[in-house]
């Protein structure tokens, strides 16, 4: 594997504006590495190589004039996962019912990153609508877990942490409403951001779950991540879930001491359930931060166990409401088969959506119908509040919060799928944070006896990123790492 596809976001970008490489340069050993082993990871849905050579040559010419100004990701080429809209570029979410369909804009984050020099590899496969935690669900093919190609790559933002891992991107867009960020971060031995609700705009990201979706970075370093951050994060009028509190400095800071924060311990993450693998790892990761001088608290969060449960109905319900303008009239697929407005409406979304689409979509009507909205949603809402609150209360006694990212390993593609139930439950560490809106992030801490990455998670307080970024990268300076080559690699 050639050297350029192992370089950090951070150097590709001195690089190119050094004129040591050329954004071309840059671009065409990406390709290349995608042609090679994109066909053991299926990362990819579509590879956008005309346009990004194109726009590559383009940056090379202004950096020759001298007239370029210069931004955080000069000639760095990015994946972006098939839920966020680029202009004139297919956007599928992973579905049928959105084949063929060309966005006639850019959303307000592809807009950012192009502002700051980033070129843009392709759009990476995912679950359909984001629905999944595995990318078994899209319409088109499941994406392999680089480290073991008969395995998962988590989800619903697999594609995208697969071309991370895989050296095929060096950074990379997701999305998440549950864990869509974090948890394929973790299966795939990446870096994983979600911000605090309201930090980025959604404006362009399509719509799952309104009070819960997110766009977040994926990259191979902390550095990385939080370079990506600083291009996205900031107030846009489009979105009014947007917050108007301007971003912080997310690189400034991040070399700053961690001695004497507080890191809790929720005495509800490390129960029954924990692979015993994962745990041993998140053990010696405590010893780590004792050792940079934290201090480690046992806290509490009690509504925990309810937090599958709450998303599990909160998010349907919003998912039930969002998809229903998938209709056959306004864009979109249409069924050929109907002889008038019902049936055209009926055949459409039965062609269009895949089965887990259709089995939130029904659990989402349920608990909207008249005589258990009060049983269901309203409860769920209330709950919600308090697990929220618990978060308050913990962040009264500690700084940020310490624990895994999922409870087990990557598991085999077809392991889960008949079992619904256990597939949600790869969520249980990581939906509570989009259910109180704060910002989590996935920081590979080992690897398991069988080659399997393994993760832990921080939380933090609301827009307390800089905060998050700062104890990730110590830790992942601390504990460094050493990736071991991935399995197509071994000569």
Known sequence: MNEICQLTIHELRRRVVEKELSACEVSRNFLDRIEEVDQHTRAFLAVEAEQLLKDAAQLDKEIASGRLKEGLLTGVPLAIKDTIVIQGVRTTCGSRILENYLPPYDATAIQRLKAQGALFLGKTNCDEFAMGSSTENSAYFPTSNPWDLEAVPGGSSGGSAAAVAAWEAPGALGSETGGSIRQPAAFCGVVGLKPTYGRVSRFGLVAFASSLDQLGPLARTVDDTALLLQALAGPDDRDSTCSVQPADDYLGGIDEDVKGLRVGLPTEWFGSGLDSQIEERLREAIQRLE????????VSL?????????????????????????????????????EDLDTMFKYTRSEGFGAEVKRRIMVGTYVLSSGYYDAYFLKASKVRTLLKNDYLRAFEQVDLLFGPTTPSLPFKIGEKTSDPLQMYLSDVYTAPANLAGIPGLALPCGYSKEGLPISLQLQAPHFEEAKLLRLAHALEQELAVERPPLPFDVS
């Open 291 to 298: 050792g940079l001088g934290c201090e480690m608290v046992e």
């Open 302 to 338: 009690p509504h925990t166990e309810y937090a599958i449960a709450i998303y599990y109905i909160v998010a349907p319900a919003e998912a039930s409401s969002n998809l229903a303008r998938y209709d056959g009239v306004r864009y979109g697929h249409r069924s050929s088969h109907h």
